[in-house]
């Protein structure tokens, strides 16, 4: 990457299109891309599948294991889709990565997101938990944010831009 952010965490509500332009990102930028769904213990897919939000102890753990991830990664770079809703979860994933992280936040509305996740099939998340994803959200300052309100090609565009 022509700069120092090794590891990208692209974040947001559920239904924002992190594994959507997680994945294209990953293409773009020849990094591997891990979907943060994909290391929830199965205690929280349970959960949320169950239709509970997770709170902010269901989270921890998870949140230790993405940022190992992280480390992991951090010389050969990677691209990480994970909400990280709250400001103080983002600090446990940034933990010992320093500048060699950033989070690409993907903004759109409650609307929006809603009407892509009407479409959306064979995914756990159920549709009624994306309030509770938004009042749970403490949106990023400081950090690379793209609308989604257009398409997939473009939002990486963006976000391409934003990163050189
Ligand atoms: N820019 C876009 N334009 C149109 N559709 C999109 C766009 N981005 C994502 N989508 C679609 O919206 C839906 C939600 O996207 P995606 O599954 O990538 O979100 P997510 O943030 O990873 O969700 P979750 O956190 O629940 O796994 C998918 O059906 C995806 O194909
Ligand atoms: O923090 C959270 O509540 C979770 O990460 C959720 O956002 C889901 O993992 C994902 O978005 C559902 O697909």
Redesign the pocket.
């Given at each position: 990457m022509p700069h120092n952010k090794t590891v990208l965490v692209?974040m947001?509500?559920?239904?924002?299109?992190?594994?959507?332009?997680?994945?294209l990102l990953s293409k773009k930028l020849n990094l591997p891309f891990y979907?943060?769904?994909d290391f929830h213990p199965e205690a929280n897919i349970e959960k949320m599948s169950s239709g509970t939000p997770l709170n902010d102890n269901d989270r921890k753990e998870w949140l230790i294991e993405l940022n190992k991830l992280a480390l992991k990664n951090k010389k050969v770079g990677a691209i990480i889709?994970c909400?990280a809703l709250k400001k103080n979860y983002r600090s446990i994933l940034r933990a010992g990565m320093g500048n060699c992280m950033a989070f690409v936040y993907?903004n759109g509305t409650f609307e929006l997101?809603r009407s892509?996740?009407e479409?959306?099939?064979d995914?756990f998340?159920p549709m009624d938990l994306l309030k509770s994803q938004f009042d749970t959200l403490e949106p990023p300052s400081n950090e690379i944010s793209v609308s989604?309100?257009?398409?997939?090609d473009?939002?990486v565009k963006d976000i391409l831009k934003q990163l050189n």
């Open positions: 692209v947001g509500v559920s239904g924002s299109g992190k594994s959507k332009i997680g994945k979907d943060g769904d889709a909400s993907l997101i892509r996740l479409t959306r099939k995914h998340m989604i309100d257009k398409s997939p473009s939002i």
